[in-house]
C-alpha cells in the first residue's frame, strides 16, 4: 500500500509540468499581447504552490516527514569530491546572482545593457518586471520558486526515487525530476528547456552534497531575485490596473 501511494504522487509529478507547460504556452501570446504581467505573476505563484501544497498534505497523510523531504540542518557526509565540485558551481553562480542584483540596483548602464539584450528575446520581454508593483509580485514569485520548486522536484522527488527503487543510481535521481522540471519551461523553446534541466540538476546535487533543502532553496531565490531589478523602473500603467 505505501508503494503505491508513492506511485501515485510519482504520477502527479510527471502529470502536473506537462498540464502546467500546455497551459503556459496557451496563454503566452494574450500575456505579452496585453503586457499585464501581474496577472502572469499571480497565475505562477498559485501553479507554484498547487503541487508543494499537495505534496505537503500528501506526505502528511503518508507518514513522510519533512526531515525525509530535505527540511534538515546541513551536513557534508557525501563523497568529498562531489562535495567539492558541488559547491564550487553554486558558489560561481551565487556570485553572479550577486553581482547582478547589484548592478542592476545601483548601475543605469548595466539595466540599459540588459534592456538591450532582453528587446531581443520575446520571453525574457514578456516575463522581466518593469513596474514598481510588478517588481513586487516578482520578488513574492522568485520567493515562491525557491521554496516550492526545491520541495517537490528536489527534496521530495530524490525521496520518492529512492523510497520506491532503494538501489537507484545518483545520476538518475539527479536527472529524472530534472527531466520533468524542464518539461514546465516548454514555453522557453528547448534552450530553455536544457538550461532548466541543467540548473535544476546542479539544485539537485547540492541537495545531495549537503543533506538539506536550505541551501538549495536559498540558491535558487538569490537566483530569481536577480532577474528583479533588470530592468530600470516604470510608473505602472493605469489602464491595465483597471483592466485586472
Request: charged share 20%; with cysteine.
Amino acid at each position: 500500500m505505501y508503494i503505491t501511494f508513492l506511485i501515485l504522487l510519482f504520477i502527479f509529478m510527471l502529470a502536473f509540468p506537462i498540464a502546467s507547460a500546455l497551459k503556459e504556452k496557451k496563454s503566452k501570446d494574450v500575456v505579452r499581447k496585453e503586457k499585464i504581467r501581474r496577472i502572469k505573476y499571480h497565475k505562477t505563484i498559485a501553479l507554484m504552490w498547487t503541487p508543494a501544497i499537495v505534496v505537503l498534505i500528501m506526505s502528511f497523510i503518508g507518514g513522510i516527514s519533512l526531515a525525509d523531504i530535505g527540511f534538515r540542518g546541513i551536513n557534508f557526509n557525501h563523497n568529498t569530491w562531489f562535495t567539492a565540485i558541488t559547491l564550487a558551481i553554486c558558489g560561481l553562480m551565487f556570485v553572479h546572482s550577486l553581482y547582478t542584483l547589484i548592478f542592476s540596483l545601483t548601475s543605469k548602464k548595466f539595466r540599459e545593457k540588459k534592456k538591450a539584450e532582453i528587446v531581443d528575446d520575446d520571453v525574457a520581454s514578456a516575463i522581466f518586471p518593469r513596474t514598481k508593483k510588478e517588481k513586487c509580485l516578482f520578488a513574492i514569485m522568485a520567493l515562491s520558486s525557491g521554496i516550492c520548486e526545491e520541495l517537490v522536484y528536489r527534496g521530495f522527488a530524490a525521496f520518492l526515487l529512492q523510497a520506491i527503487f532503494p538501489e537507484i543510481p545518483i545520476l538518475l535521481i539527479v536527472l529524472i525530476p530534472n527531466m520533468l522540471f524542464g518539461i514546465g519551461h516548454l514555453y522557453q523553446g528547448w534552450q530553455g528547456v536544457i538550461e532548466t534541466v541543467v540548473v535544476g540538476a546542479i539544485f539537485m546535487c547540492l541537495l545531495l552534497a549537503t543533506g538539506s533543502l536550505i541551501l538549495p532553496m536559498a540558491l535558487h531565490f538569490m537566483i530569481e531575485l536577480s532577474n528583479t531589478f533588470l530592468l530600470s523602473e516604470e510608473k505602472d500603467n493605469k489602464q491595465d490596473e483597471t483592466s485586472i
